[in-house]
């Protein structure tokens, strides 16, 4: 019985100190905050953190695979009534919206982060993929978008996303960047991808 209790309390402790570090990740950036930073959140002494993770790359990497799980979890939850890619593409703004804060701090720090964490990042993404891609291809096949190769697609449009999210101090510094600006960044990338966005924009300043 106190082996069970000892175990128990020794996960919800993990649990804090993983909660707090993505709290604090997505505050602070990634590779700005300490451990002894996630240990103040957490409640708990600089050397409890150490005795659940060996290093702070241990650290990062375990928070952003379960981040990973999280997104790609909601990413899939949400795309499972959406037959059209416009419709998953909403999803995948709304996935975004509610992790925003350390997804941003994935996106800005990708470059710097340790291998394991960074590869994971890279599964994220790949999950993802898998998704719009697939609706993307029936939508080419049935003539609603222009044909072109997948990865193209799926790049144009997360290098939208990451702009904007990248560069959220200038769009929008006190507030959620997909909020705000998701709807017309989803609008503008099908219009691309439909061929004709060049046409409504010639026609509203005719």
């Known amino acids: 019985m106190k082996n069970n209790q000892r175990q128990l309390q020794k996960e919800q402790t993990r649990r804090k100190i993983l909660d707090a570090a ?27 953190v150490f005795a659940h993770f060996a290093n702070y790359e241990a650290m990062i990497t375990t928070v952003i695979e379960e981040f990973g799980g999280k997104m790609t979890l909601r990413t899939h939850e949400l795309a499972c009534d959406c037959r059209e890619v416009r419709e998953l593409l909403a999803a995948h703004l709304t996935s975004i919206m509610e992790f925003e804060d350390f997804y941003t701090r994935l996106v800005v720090e990708a470059r710097l982060l340790p291998t394991a964490a960074r590869d994971t990042f890279i599964m994220i993404q790949s999950a993802v993929s898998f998704h719009i891609n697939q609706a993307a ?13 997948l990865a193209l697609f799926f790049n144009t449009w997360m290098a939208l996303i990451h702009y904007y999210l990248s560069n959220g101090y200038l769009f929008a510094p006190e507030g959620c960047v997909m909020k705000r600006y998701g709807g017309m960044l989803l609008e503008h990338f099908m219009g691309l991808a439909r061929g004709d966005c060049g046409e409504k924009e010639t026609a509203e300043n005719a």
């Open 22 to 48: 993505f709290s604090e990740f997505g505050a602070r950036g990634i590779m700005a905050t300490r451990m002894q930073d996630i240990a103040k959140a957490a409640g708990v002494s600089h050397g409890t």
């Open 137 to 149: 291809q029936r939508e080419m096949d049935a003539g609603n978008i222009r044909a072109m190769p």
